[in-house]
């Protein structure tokens, strides 16, 4: 029997819903009948918009796909300015304030507390200057990524951001792909380093050489969430790079006809994977999606791959890097991906001012300005900006990942992005990683859904509850060793349940015994790999330090973690209406 | 009128008559389970798998996703009473304690 989501979307479901939505949006939030609300806030998601969490009612997370994460020039602004009007929610975040962008682990955007009222303007003014929300969430086709300088990469092979663009105009919209059983995740890599990711997608193109002619290897079924950790397989098949969209187009509609649509869990294509194998997944492909033969795979280039290798060659995109035109790009650090408007706006200004204007987003929640000559260099870097977003940070700043949390979404366990920023500040001033190592990337996910992609960390952080004196506590599973390359691994969980303020002092305690224990220049995930989960869990000592964490409490029962006074969800604003006044409660 | 539940947002919550009422990352504790040998399991929920409503009466279940804390194990609960509909005509719903100690149905 299909889900009930299936069964809302087979009502209303892809580009229709817009035409309700602005109605809504013009009619106000109350407009929405009580009864229909979960199904408009499923629908909804199509568009990018994601009802936040309990307390906060009315207020919805806004994400915008940027494909490849690339902004072109102007369209950075266009994001800041976007956000300083319309992303004010009715309370601080001591860290950063009110009104910042969330750059993601998917080269998109989010946006918090946008009010529904808002959405046509916002809509209006992304739209005016070529940015778009449409399908950045739902169940069809995601922001497509891929190594973040494609197209200016001096480590390219395969020219892959009009790959990734292409792929995005032809299938975004197109009817026969924007309802699937399920979200529909591409990734297109062109270097020979393994930016792109691929083996943690649905559906990689890889680059590949067949009878000397330089084209895609496909894999297939990669993806993190809810414990069911999969690498995408290969699929032994090789596309030049004319006939990508027909093999992309071809994969979809055989998710859409055969992906699970009775059991949501279940939907995701690495559980078809599972169920028929590469083999069958080929001839299915061949047989029924495809009307010309698919030539077998080609030779591959992941003996090469460095991109979080595990051997500290090239962990990230941080830093000022020549490109293939002569010019330079400049990777900023943004520690947890989140960056204050005025930052924004600021950076904006430079990329116009030094460089083409154009801005890219990376998948470790980094932004990156391109097209710098040479003699524009120290004056671009001269400024105050980099300081705060260095292309120079410290290992812990630069290697900090963390998902949104229960600031905003529901399904997460814990807080995350203002923990993840006080581990990395008590990290960086409390231990010495040893001399070689520039690169530790330590990723902070508040549930298993794993949008912060701990699976693939040094050291993977994810949400769970302890008791501590008999009181629930907000806690962290610690996994070790995980990481992409030509043979990528997921971190081994070695450690569970340790209390959120005992996990700077296990991590402290942990890159101690890896000095004292490792071979000379043995690298992290190497010593990981030859110990056994025992040997491990022994190594790591969570202890109580100085570091002091405010959000042990059960953050979820906030209406805002860090709202001043009365934080309980009784005293929550919301709903409330476009000028941000609550609204009269229904009781 | 009927009470209408389900899941949302890919787990994360119960919703009953179209309002989100149980949310995931609550600690529940369970006798009379056998997601593992403790005698009383402290289970973190960090997922909704299914819900329902008992045919007999307004009371409102649901199968979770998630670990007891006390001993690691992980697995999915039978059927949990989450609260009932307590005023049919409009749908109002009640949650239980999820401090206090509940018991789990098949």
């Given at each position: 029997m299909p889900s009930k989501v299936e069964n809302w979307k087979s009502e209303v479901y892809g580009a229709e819903i817009r035409e309700h939505l602005m109605r809504f949006a013009e009619e106000g939030w109350d407009a929405i009948p009580d009864e229909e609300h979960d199904a408009w806030f499923e629908r909804f998601k199509w568009w990018g918009l994601y009802h936040q969490r309990s307390g906060q009612e009315s207020f919805f997370?806004?994400?915008?796909?940027?494909?490849?994460?690339?902004?072109?020039?102007?369209?950075?602004?266009?994001?800041?300015?976007?956000?300083?009007?319309?992303?004010?929610?009715?309370?601080?975040?001591?860290?950063f304030g009110n009104a910042y962008c969330d750059w993601t682990t998917r080269q998109s955007i989010q946006l918090h507390w946008i009010k529904l009222e808002d959405v046509p303007e916002v809509f209006e003014k992304l739209e005016a200057n070529?940015?778009?929300?449409?399908?950045?969430?739902?169940?069809?086709?995601?922001?497509?990524?891929?190594?973040?300088?494609?197209?200016?990469?001096?480590?390219?092979?395969?020219?892959?951001?009009?790959?990734?663009?292409?792929?995005?105009?032809?299938?975004?919209?197109?009817?026969?792909?924007?309802?699937?059983?399920?979200?529909?995740?591409?990734?297109?890599?062109?270097?020979?380093?393994?930016?792109?990711?691929?083996?943690?997608?649905?559906?990689?193109?890889?680059?590949?050489?067949?009878?000397?002619?330089?084209?895609?290897?496909?894999?297939?079924?990669?993806?993190l969430a809810r414990k069911e950790a999969r690498f995408a397989r290969g699929i032994d098949v090789w596309v030049p790079r004319e006939q990508v969209p027909d093999v992309a187009g071809g994969m979809s509609a055989l998710f859409r006809e055969y992906g699970d649509r009775d059991n949501r869990f279940n939907a995701r294509i690495k559980f078809l994977m599972d169920e028929w194998g590469p083999e069958k997944m080929r001839r299915v492909l061949q047989e029924e999606f495809v009307d010309f033969e698919l030539p077998r795979a080609g030779e591959d280039m992941r003996e090469q791959y460095t991109y979080n290798a595990g051997d500290g060659q090239h962990g990230d995109h941080v830093g000022v890097h020549e490109q293939n035109d002569g010019?330079?790009?400049?990777?900023?650090?943004?520690?947890?991906?989140?960056?204050?408007?005025?930052?924004?706006?600021?950076?904006?200004?430079?990329a116009e001012e030094y460089g083409s204007g154009e801005a890219r987003l990376t998948q470790r929640q980094n932004i990156i300005v391109t097209d710098i000559p040479e003699e524009n260099l120290d004056p671009l870097l001269d400024h105050d900006l980099f300081e705060h977003y260095s292309p120079d940070p410290h290992p812990f700043m630069r290697g900090s990942i963390a998902c949104t949390g229960t600031e905003f979404c529901s399904l997460s366990i814990v807080e995350t992005k203002?923990?993840?920023?006080?581990?990395?500040?008590?990290?960086?001033?409390?231990?010495?990683?040893?001399?070689?190592?520039?690169?530790?990337?330590?990723?902070?996910?508040?549930?298993?859904?794993?949008?912060?992609?701990?699976?693939?960390?040094?050291?993977?952080?994810?949400?769970?509850?302890?008791?501590?004196?008999?009181?629930?506590?907000?806690?962290?599973?610690?996994?070790?060793?995980?990481?992409?390359?030509?043979?990528?691994?997921?971190?081994?969980?070695?450690?569970?349940?340790?209390?959120?303020?005992?996990?700077p002092g296990a991590i402290a305690n942990l890159v101690e015994n890896f000095e004292a224990e490792r071979a000379e220049d043995e690298s992290f995930r190497d010593f990981v790999e030859a110990r056994d989960e025992e040997t491990?869990?022994?190594?790591?000592?969570?202890?109580?330090?100085?570091?002091?964490?405010?959000?042990?409490?059960?953050?979820?029962?906030?209406?805002?973690?860090?709202?001043?006074?009365?934080?309980?969800?009784?005293?929550?604003?919301?709903?409330?209406?476009?000028?941000?006044?609550?609204?009269?409660?229904?009781? | 009128?009927?009470?209408?539940?389900?899941?949302?947002?890919?787990?994360?919550?119960?919703?009953?008559?179209?309002?989100?009422?149980?949310?995931?990352?609550?600690?529940?504790?369970?006798a009379e389970h056998d997601l593992c040998g403790c005698e009383v399991a402290d289970f973190l929920a960090e997922g909704v798998v299914e819900v329902g409503v008992e045919p007999a009466g307004p009371a409102v279940q649901s199968r979770f996703a998630g670990r007891c804390i006390r001993c690691g194990a992980e697995g999915v609960t039978g059927w949990l009473t989450v609260g009932r509909v307590v005023d049919p005509a409009d749908g109002g719903f009640r949650g239980v304690d999820h401090e206090s100690i509940h018991l789990v149905d098949g």
């Open positions: 997370m806004m994400r915008i796909g940027t494909p490849n994460g690339v902004l072109k020039p102007g369209q950075l602004r266009v994001v800041g300015e976007i956000a300083d009007e319309y992303a004010r929610g009715p309370a601080q975040n001591p860290e070529g940015l778009s929300t449409q399908q950045a969430c739902g169940d069809s086709w995601r922001n497509i990524v891929g190594c973040p300088v494609a197209g200016k990469d001096t480590h390219e092979h395969i020219e892959a951001w009009s790959v990734a663009e292409n792929l995005n105009e032809t299938f975004k919209g197109d009817e026969d792909h924007t309802n699937l059983p399920r979200k529909w995740k591409v990734s297109v890599t062109g270097c020979d380093q393994g930016c792109g990711q691929g083996d943690i997608n649905d559906l990689a193109f890889e680059p590949a050489e067949k009878d000397g002619e330089l084209g895609f290897n496909v894999r297939v079924g990669g993806g010019n330079y790009y400049v990777g900023l650090n943004v520690l947890v991906g989140r960056m204050g408007v005025d930052g924004v706006l600021e950076l904006a200004d430079l203002n923990r993840q920023v006080r581990y990395a500040r008590w990290l960086k001033e409390n231990v010495d990683l040893p001399a070689d190592i520039e690169d530790f990337h330590i990723h902070l996910s508040g549930c298993t859904a794993s949008c912060a992609q701990p699976q693939i960390a040094d050291i993977s952080l994810r949400g769970m509850k302890t008791r501590k004196d008999g009181e629930p506590v907000e806690a962290l599973d610690i996994g070790l060793g995980g990481g992409l390359g030509e043979n990528p691994r997921f971190a081994d969980w070695v450690e569970m349940r340790v209390a959120a303020d005992e996990v491990l869990a022994a190594l790591v000592e969570p202890e109580e330090t100085d570091y002091d964490d405010p959000y042990m409490h059960n953050t979820k029962q906030t209406w805002y973690p860090y709202a001043e006074g009365d934080d309980s969800l009784d005293a929550s604003p919301a709903p409330t209406d476009g000028s941000g006044d609550p609204l009269p409660s229904d009781d | 009128m009927t009470t209408d539940v389900h899941q949302l947002d890919d787990g994360a919550w119960v919703s009953v008559n179209d309002s989100r009422e149980v949310n995931v990352s609550d600690l529940w504790l369970l």
